[in-house]
């Protein structure tokens, strides 16, 4: 079935970059830019970039909440598509925005560095982008350095990563003699020559794959080159759509960023294999991105530069239909209404992109706390979204406020930092005092800082024995809600409530863990929890 929306949903990519920090996610995004026309902002990534390395203080971070907002998105026009390009936080205490960055995208682009391989942070990313069958390309960076063998690097991400490589072009020679490379679809060499400043017109490009110039040109790099080719020809799997749209098999190019170098080759496959945005599932039923009617879900919310504001900026990917500025929208949650006459204007070259929306794009909504992570908008359907993930913390603290007086203060806060996803906030049934969960020590630092200087708050943040939550669960046939509540009463010293009352159980050690399992057999406990 097709719309009048559908040509307009049809021109659209949403991608993410995934990378372990250094393997050039910075240059790569600005060398995209470049080539959509948006060159005027291309520095402001790097700029942003130079003070996120100054100094990995959480201050910094801290100061670069506004920058960030406005470059988290990205939006540009290549051919004859709308690119939506979102920046992942590079820091791994972070990663739990990035999980959810990436319920927001149709594919990633994963950049690895040639020297170094698979890198934990990329491994982690990945694993988040499989699990939810997200189609993957595959950048091998740093060609002009002395790297890895490209057959040795294409075995270890099959290895590790556990998808079929299947090279879409080769390099010839590495370092100082990178010659280029073969694109083994089109058949044809492109000559690599160094600097930052190229322009991919100027690429010398020459015929076919074993042009018999190669060999007295390039020599031994070309003959090498020319070995593994042949071996791939025999060995490599053939591309399949269907293998790359589900995740299973990942085209590979290689080049190098800050050569510009490489780099269209990534972008036009990005246009040609990557998909369309397409059909997401809610609990009511499946939504179609290009139904009438608008509909989209908050991925991401983001505590605005002004802290004396308390602004926030709701970042919605859109699911279906036209979204304009001024138009009513619901607020399925809590059936409150809300009518964005101001939205974010994300990086884009072309003003008249932002004013209107199609599924794909991403606007940002700035609110006083309307708006939660997870939140499904609508112009009217009751319509819940799945799929937006919530990890159980791995590191736990208490809170208290130096002054009792300002404990109203300190809940405020707190409930506002945890719709915020900056931090887990717990209520033990048990005790008062209010827990924190977190993935990464710096977010308890941030939150700190954040009570204090945003809520009037000098909170005390304490060691907590717990090390492990799991949320609890009982399905209908098992006793359903009586089983439950059978359980948090037998368990209250180490039950709490989360930030949307879903019970969770907390324990000192994992073996803890595993007895009351085996004691409680009709409960089930998970490590994910999904916005529902
Ligand atoms: P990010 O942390 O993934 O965003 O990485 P950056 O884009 O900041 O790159 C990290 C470093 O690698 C920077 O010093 C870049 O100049 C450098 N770099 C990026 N791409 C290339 C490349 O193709 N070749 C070489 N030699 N260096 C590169």
């Keep these: ?125 990945l694993q988040v982008c499989r699990a939810r069958n997200t189609p993957i390309l595959t950048f091998v960076n740093k060609m002009d350095r002395e ?64 042009n018999p110039a190669y060999a007295e040109r390039f020599g031994m790099p070309y003959e090498q080159a020319q070995g593994e080719i042949e071996l791939l020809t025999d060995a490599a799997p053939a591309f399949d759509s269907e293998a790359f749209l589900t995740g299973r098999q990942t085209p590979m190019f290689f080049g190098s960023a800050v050569n510009n170098f490489g780099v269209r080759e990534v972008l036009d496959a990005l246009v040609d294999l990557a998909p369309a945005p397409g059909a997401r599932a809610s609990l009511q039923r499946e939504v179609a991105p290009d139904e009438k009617k608008f509909t989209g879900v908050v991925f991401k919310i983001q505590a605005n530069m002004d802290p004396a504001h308390r602004d926030r900026i709701a970042f919605v990917r859109v699911a279906s239909g036209h979204f304009e500025r001024g138009m009513r929208l619901k607020v399925v949650r809590s059936g409150k209404e809300l009518r964005p006459n101001t939205v974010v204007s994300f990086l884009s070259q072309r003003r008249e992109l932002l004013d209107e929306a199609f ?48 404990s109203k203060q300190l809940r405020a806060g707190l409930t506002q930092l945890g719709e915020e996803g900056a931090i887990q906030v717990f209520r033990p049934v048990a005790s008062s005092m209010l827990l924190l969960g977190a993935v990464g020590q710096l977010q308890f630092e941030v939150v700190a800082h954040r ?70 057999p009709k409960i089930k406990f998970h490590a994910l929890r999904e916005h529902a």
């Design 1 to 125: 079935m097709s719309t009048e929306l559908t040509p307009q949903v049809r021109r659209r990519r949403t991608f993410a970059i995934i990378s372990h920090p250094d393997a050039g996610k910075t240059t790569l995004t600005e060398k995209l830019l470049l080539f959509s026309g948006a060159i005027q902002i291309a520095g402001s990534v790097k700029a942003r970039k130079a003070s996120r390395h100054a100094t990995s203080d959480w201050m910094e971070i801290e100061k670069q909440r506004g920058i960030s907002v406005a470059s988290s998105v990205m939006q540009m026009e290549y051919r004859d598509c709308v690119i939506n390009l979102l920046d992942t936080p590079g820091h791994q205490d972070f990663s739990e925005d990035t999980y959810r960055v990436l319920t927001a995208v149709d594919a990633a682009l994963m950049v690895i560095d040639a020297a170094n391989g698979v890198e934990p942070q990329t491994r982690r990313l």
């Design 147 to 210: 790297v890895q063998e490209p057959l040795a690097l294409m075995d270890e991400i099959e290895r590790e990563l556990g998808m079929e490589v299947v090279p879409f072009t080769w390099p010839v020679g590495m370092g100082k003699s990178f010659h280029g490379v073969m694109d083994l679809r089109e058949e044809r060499m492109r000559v690599f020559t160094p600097g930052e400043d190229r322009n991919h017109n100027d690429d010398e490009i020459l015929d076919g794959l074993d």
């Design 359 to 406: 599924a794909g794009d991403i606007i940002g909504i700035p609110n006083h706390g309307v708006l939660q992570l997870g939140d499904t908008l609508t112009e009217g359907e009751s319509l819940q979204f799945t799929g937006l993930p919530f990890f159980a913390p791995e590191m736990f603290r208490t809170v208290e406020v130096a002054d009792p007086l300002r």
């Design 451 to 520: 009570l204090e200087h945003e809520y009037g708050v000098k909170a005390r943040i304490m060691p907590s024995r717990f090390q492990v939550a799991r949320w609890v669960t009982c399905d209908e046939a098992d006793g359903g809600d009586k089983e439950l509540k059978r359980f948090i009463d037998g368990n209250s010293h180490r039950v709490a409530y989360d930030a949307v009352d879903a019970p969770t159980v907390l324990v000192e050690y994992a073996p803890e863990l595993r007895a009351i399992e085996a004691n409680w």
